[in-house]
């Protein structure tokens, strides 16, 4: 059964940072492309990051891009979402997903919130 | 901001038929890229419900299908329940973004 269980959410003044965690169980990290998704309080979705299968390709949106570094560990079968110079903007549960080559996401953790305020 | 736009709500009574419409443009659906839908009950992670504009993982019910034409896409719910209050998203890739983009979500209320 696949799974996917994020952790290191929490509250961060602006300006810091935080490293997410996505643990996955159930299928292999590096046979697949996985992303990371956030959903600002009461909002709606918004895709953050992804990363190819083989790790040698990673992709951002612009409202992250050279603040935010996704990664993963195959050996630990983890997926890591590196965020520093948080803004109040950056406040959302943060999922992880797995993405198919259709582009979709099959398999969504249960969310980590992260809080940015002073 | 969301670039695939839905309307905010649609409501219905039960054993009813609603329509979700997911409007994206030339860059996206346009550019015939999928459209996937996901279904997120309220307190939960969204969850795959439509993926390649038509197709059911398995387990979702046949009252969910989906469609595609030109720079739009719709979701529509036959024989509407009460389990299907929750808010809907369509997806897809955009060309000009370099990624992957949401719709604007829309909730669905059962009468």
């Known amino acids: 059964e696949v799974q996917l269980l994020e952790s290191g959410g929490g509250l961060v003044q602006p300006g810091g940072s935080l490293r997410l965690s996505c643990a996955a169980s159930g299928f292999t990290l590096s046979n697949y492309a996985m992303s990371w998704v956030r959903q600002a309080p009461g909002k709606g979705l918004e895709w953050v990051s992804s990363i190819s299968a083989s790790g040698g390709s990673t992709n951002y949106a612009d409202s992250v891009k050279g603040r935010f570094t996704i990664s993963r560990d195959t050996s630990k079968n983890t997926l890591y979402l590196q965020m520093n110079s948080l803004r109040a903007e950056d406040t959302a549960v943060y999922y992880c997903?797995?993405?198919?080559?259709?582009?979709?996401?099959?398999?969504w953790g249960q969310g980590t919130l992260v809080t940015v305020s002073s | 901001q969301s670039v695939l736009t839905q309307p905010p709500s649609v409501s219905g009574a039960p054993g009813q038929r609603v329509t979700i419409s997911c409007t994206g443009s030339?860059?996206?659906?346009?550019?015939?890229?999928?459209v996937h839908w996901y279904q997120q009950l309220p307190g939960t992670a969204p969850k795959l419900l439509i993926y390649g504009n038509t197709d059911r993982p398995s387990g979702v019910p046949d009252r969910f299908s989906g469609s595609k034409s030109g720079t739009s896409a719709s979701l529509a719910i036959t024989g509407l329940q009460a389990e299907d209050e929750a808010d809907y998203y369509c997806q897809s890739y955009d060309s000009s973004l370099s990624g992957y983009v949401f719709g604007t979500g829309t909730k669905v209320s059962v009468l």
């Open positions: 030339s860059s996206n659906i346009g550019a015939g890229y999928d």
């Open positions: 997903a797995k993405r198919k080559l259709g582009g979709y996401f099959d398999y």
